[in-house]
């Protein structure tokens, strides 16, 4: 792969993480990360896809909340070298329950990424929280 195809299949991942994430596929989620991978935020961390899995289903909104959230990844700056990369990139979410989203969640991921037999993956992902607002966002404590 070239560095263009290899920059285009971790945007696919960031695209991938984002969708699991609002269908609640924690498990599928999780195996975008190595097997020893982890989820760093100031509030939490998980190593491990079994750990982060469960993590994330469990401070995540359910489906009976009836809590709809949509994650969007923009400004990724990636760097590679061989078959390791380090990216930063640009999020905000939004949330909504029977009316208009509401932004509740934006910040910065600063990722470490390895490619694998599978594909590229996360090594690391730290969520640093620049802004954080509403009762439809996430469990910061």
Not at 123 to 128: I, T
Request: glycine share 8%.
């Amino acid at each position: 792969m070239s560095v263009i195809e290899d920059k285009e299949a971790i945007r696919e991942l960031f695209s991938e993480y984002c969708f699991h994430m609002d269908d609640r596929r924690f498990r599928e989620l999780a195996d975008l990360f190595t097997e020893d991978g982890e989820w760093i935020t100031s509030y939490s961390r998980a190593r491990g896809r079994e750990e982060l899995a469960t993590l994330l289903a469990k401070i995540n909104p359910t489906k009976e909340s009836g809590i709809v959230r949509k994650h969007f990844v923009v400004n990724s700056l990636i760097s590679i070298t061989g078959n390791t990369a380090t990216s930063r990139a640009s999020y905000l979410v939004f949330a909504g329950k029977g009316h208009g989203p509401e932004p509740v969640v934006a910040g910065t991921y600063v990722d470490e990424l390895v490619k694998t037999d599978g594909g590229w993956r996360f090594k690391s992902r730290q969520l640093v929280h620049d802004i954080a607002a509403g009762e439809l966002g996430i469990n910061l404590r």
